[in-house]
Each structure stands twice: as C-alpha cells, then as structure tokens.
C-alpha cells in the first residue's frame, strides 16, 4: 500500500468502505468478548470474578503510566507528518514511542510482579490476587507493545489490519478459555494464562503485518536526535498524559473501590455491571477511533462544514441509539441476565436498571470528548476530566463509607460523573462549532421506544422463562424480538435514514 496515495483518498471512502470492516470486525469480535464473560461466570464464583476484572481493571489503570502518553501524542503526530512528508519525524517519533514503551513498561511490570504479594493483602483483600497480578504483569507488557503498532495503523486509517489484531487476540482467548472449560481445568489463575495466550498470538500477526505493509515507510526517512522534535512530541504527550491518567482513573477507580471497600463478591457484581452498562458504547467506538486521523486532515484543510456535518450526525444518530439499548434493558433486563451471566449475578441487572436511563447521557459525552481530541483540546479534556474524577471519588467514600448504600452507591458515583463529563465537554465544544441537535427526531424516537418496551415487557411472559432451565428458548425469542424491535425502529425512521445516505453522499465527495 503506497501511504503517500492514502491521503488522497476520499473522506467518503474512508467513512464507508472503512467503516464498513470496522463495523464488520466489531459483529464477529465483540460478541466473542461477552462469550467469554459468559464461560467464566458461569464456571467461577462470583468472588473470583470480582478478583480476576479487579485486578485485570488495576493493570489497565497503571498501563497508562506505560510511556507517558507517547502512543496517543504517535496517533497525533503520525498523520500530520504523513501528511507533510516529513520522513525523518516520523521515524524518530516511532522509535522514542518504542524506547519508552520497553523502559517504562518493563519496570512497571517489575513493580506488578515484586509488589503482588502486598496489592493481594492491602487492596484486593485476597491472598488469590498474588498469582493474577504475577501472571498479568506480562499481560501489561504485551498489551502496551500492542499499543504501540495500533497507533500506527490508526494513522494509516487501516481499519483491516486494526481490527484483525484484536480479533485475533480475542478469538485465542476464547480458543484457550473453552479448552480450560471443557477439561474442567478453568479456574482464575487458568484463565489468567488464556488472557496471556491472546496477547502472544496477536503480538505474532501484529507484528507480521508490521513487517510487511509498514516497515518499507520507516526506511524512508532517517532518525535524527532534534531536541526540537522532542520537545514537542513530549509537550503534547504530557497533556495527554494527564488525561489518559485521570480517563483511566474515572474508568477503573469504582471498581477498585467497590474491592477494597466491599470485598471481592461485591466487585464481581459490580464488575458484570460495569461490563453490560459499557456494552453499546463498542458500537460508538470503532468509529470514532476510525475519524480520529480523518478529522485531523479537515481540522488542517480548514473544512469547517464537514467537521460540523459530521459531529451533528454522530449526535443524532448515536443518541438514539442508545435510547435503543436503554428501551431493551427496561423490557428485558431479568431474561437477559439469565442468558447471559445465570441466576447468581442477577444483581448485576438490578444495578443496571439504575443507570440504563442515563445511557444517552454517557454516549453523548463519548462523542464530545472524541470531538475534543480531533480538536486538539488536550487542557480542556484534562480539566473536564479531573473535575468530574473528583466528583466521582467523593461521592463514592461519601455513599460506601459513611452512608453504607453499598454498590447502588457506586452506580449513583458513576451516573453523576456522566452527567457531569456531558455537560462539561458539551460547553467546550460549543465554543468551537455549535452543534445543531435534532430534538424532534430525539422524541420522536423516544416515544417508539417507550411504545415498543411498555409491548415487550407486558407480553413477554407469554414466551420467555424466568429461569435458568432452558436458555437456547430464551436466546431464540430474544432474537426474534430483537429484530423486530429495531425493524420496527428503521421503519419508523425511514425518511431519517434515507437523509443520513444523503449526508454520506456529500461527505463522499469531499477530497
């Protein structure tokens, strides 16, 4: 692939055909990830699943000090000296990304593995957590090389090869994760190594395709020590830094509390939770980390009327989308938890119908704060973020420790920080480009929505079972429900979709 050619391309090209495999990858990956949820809930008890994603949560939350935000300042800089052909900056900026991910990273996986004994005792409040964090430690050393190659292919806009490294990685986890099942050797140190399976096989094709599409453009430029150059890559890379750090935080911190606080079975309660209230934002991401390098060429071409097209209809478009998933967690919260995670995490779903409301809100937010890092805002996202982790880390110690409201406090934490990350982001990207938000469409559609969950929940008795005895009848009916529900949505919308083709049809014409 010539990567001179690639930013010619037409912006339709990239939102359509690139999309498309995005989205493609995403159906036959993610799925897998709750299928793996799935096998381990269902074989393990609901205190070593508190361990496991606790600790799986804590080496996510200390990955961000991995390089001090370099792989996402590479993801920044990489088009624009694509763009401008500055061979010698691109090199350079690569191989410091890959130095400080080696250094960093191997002594904070030290840190992990010596240290695991202490974190077991004093946080997780479980002598089992040792062998997890020691098996993890090499899991955070893969991930971040990962990291490092994904940026790459971000910048390329290479939706193929970004999606086909995490399907690998998926797939081998599950490939090990039934194997441990099916010879009843799957316990959370076994699964422990399937996760570390996953990150070896993807390293293997990730680096394959490295070696055979990418490793020509390195060759074009030579690397020089510009202090200059540096200079730059850290300033931005320390504001995103910042960020990364207090993102990481907002995204984990409850889920390290509810551990230390509540215990292991409560966090494998709350760790389910987490997972289902996070299940449509997999929809919203793929795209956006698609546009991040697309809008960074009509933020340096100055095409203002694209950007603002674009953001309005990930607005309209995305809001109800999550006013979808809202609609089906109302009608089938009780059904869905059976199917999915048994009986015994029921209260998983309870905390869900909490926050299942605020969905819209969180993915309104998710989309301001992509529209931020297109932007470059980095001061602006670090303030917003600090400002609601704080929010967040109060209300939890207020509702855990002294009020003792146990995980629905976690909950209310988690709703009052989207509330106030949408608000927040919202003002910011005002000032810039107002959105036009279509509040017609939005009712319009809230009313089907409500319509068809008030029919769903008043009939399903007549077709779904409460009870764990037969899940392949309820996954049946769920399926068909399902399809009608979103058929009936798409019908609705007809006229709104077929205007959401012509606004495809004008950014395809955009070079």
């Not at 690639?6 to 990830?33: C, E, N, R, S």
């Not at 490793?215 to 540096?230: A, D, N, P, V």
């Not at 830094?241 to 990481?248: D, E, P, R, T, V």
């Not at 036009?436 to 929940?457: A, M, Q």
Request: aromatic share 16%; with cysteine.
């Amino acid at each position: 692939m010539d990567w001179e050619l690639l930013a010619d391309q037409p912006l339709g090209h990239k939102l359509i055909k690139k999309g498309f495999w995005l989205y493609f990858f995403m159906i036959i990956t993610v799925p897998v990830g709750y299928l793996i949820r799935v096998i381990v809930s269902n074989s393990l008890s609901i205190e070593d699943i508190g361990i496991f994603y606790s600790v799986l949560g804590f080496v996510t939350l200390v990955s961000v000090y991995h390089d001090l935000g370099l792989t996402e300042a590479l993801q920044y800089f990489l088009p624009k000296y694509r763009l401008e052909k500055k061979y010698d900056k691109y090199k350079t900026i690569f191989i410091l990304t890959l130095i400080a991910q080696v250094t960093i990273g191997c002594l904070i996986a030290c840190a992990i593995y010596f240290g695991a004994n202490r974190l077991a005792i004093n946080h997780f409040r479980s002598p089992e957590a040792v062998q997890i964090l020691r098996t993890l430690a090499f899991y955070f050393i893969g991930i971040n090389f990962i990291g490092v190659f994904t940026s790459v292919y971000n910048s390329f806009q290479d939706a193929i090869s970004l999606s086909l490294s995490e399907l690998t990685r998926m797939y081998t986890i599950l490939w090990f994760t039934l194997v441990f099942r099916l010879t009843k050797t799957l316990t959370v140190n076994t699964f422990s190594i399937a996760r570390i399976s996953g990150i070896v096989i993807c390293l293997i094709v990730i680096g394959i395709i490295f070696l055979k599409k990418y490793r020509h453009t390195l060759q074009r430029g030579k690397f020089i020590l510009s202090w200059e150059l540096i200079k730059t890559q850290l300033k931005y890379a320390l504001r995103v830094f910042l960020g990364a750090n207090i993102w990481s935080l907002l995204g984990q911190v409850d889920q390290q509390i509810v551990i230390n606080l509540l215990w292991p079975k409560a966090a494998g309660y709350y760790s389910n939770y987490f997972s289902l209230v996070s299940v449509y934002t997999l929809a919203i991401s793929p795209l956006l980390t698609m546009i991040f390098p697309i809008v960074t060429e009509l933020v340096t071409k100055k095409d203002n009327d694209k950007l603002r097209l674009l953001q309005n209809t990930l607005y309209k478009y995305f809001s109800v989308f999550a006013l979808s998933i809202w609609g089906l967690f109302l009608a089938f919260w009780p059904e869905i938890a059976g199917v999915l995670f048994g009986a015994k995490f029921l209260y998983s779903w309870a905390l869900l119908v909490y926050s299942a409301p605020f969905l819209i809100i969180n993915a309104l937010f998710i989309i301001n704060y992509g529209i931020l890092a297109w932007l470059g805002k980095v001061k602006q996202r670090v303030k917003i973020l600090g400002i609601a982790l704080l929010v967040n880390i109060v209300s939890n110690i207020l509702l855990l420790y002294y009020f003792k409201v146990w995980l629905p406090g976690a909950v209310i934490s988690t709703i009052l920080g989207w509330i106030l990350l949408w608000r927040l982001s919202l003002r910011v990207v005002n000032r810039n480009e107002k959105i036009s938000y279509d509040r017609g469409f939005f009712i319009k559609n809230l009313i089907i929505i409500t319509v068809l969950s008030i029919v769903c929940f008043t009939f399903k008795g007549n077709f779904m079972i409460n009870n764990n005895s037969d899940r392949w009848h309820n996954i049946m009916y769920l399926a068909i429900v399902f399809i009608a529900y979103y058929g009936i949505i798409g019908i609705t919308n007809s006229k709104s979709i077929h205007m959401l083709i012509k606004e495809i049809k004008v950014l395809k014409r955009s070079v």
